[in-house]
């Protein structure tokens, strides 16, 4: 079986060898059916999988879960009242300025 590649080539071969030749070139009439149809049956050379792209599709699947989980947790916190909870610990961390580092992690 031929690869892709090494019809591509050939394919590239014939058409150089038809330019150079200067004289009109006699064809058959379904010629120009029979290269297109051999040019789209060629493949570009592949490559390997690239990181972006595939990241990429990773985060379009999970697109869908993360904004469901942001609207689930703002709708907690306006049924659990943040703004008490905000207040509440606003206080607690303006208590602890006043401590040092030495105060905050002794046992």
Known sequence: MKTPARELEKLERLLRQ??????????DPHWE???????REASAPQEGPRFLPMFEHLVWRLTPVASLAVVILVALLFKLEFASAHYALQSLLTGLEDLTWAQIFST
């Open 18 to 27: 038809a330019y150079r030749k200067k004289k009109p070139v006699e064809v």
């Open 33 to 39: 059916k029979r290269l297109m149809a051999r040019i």
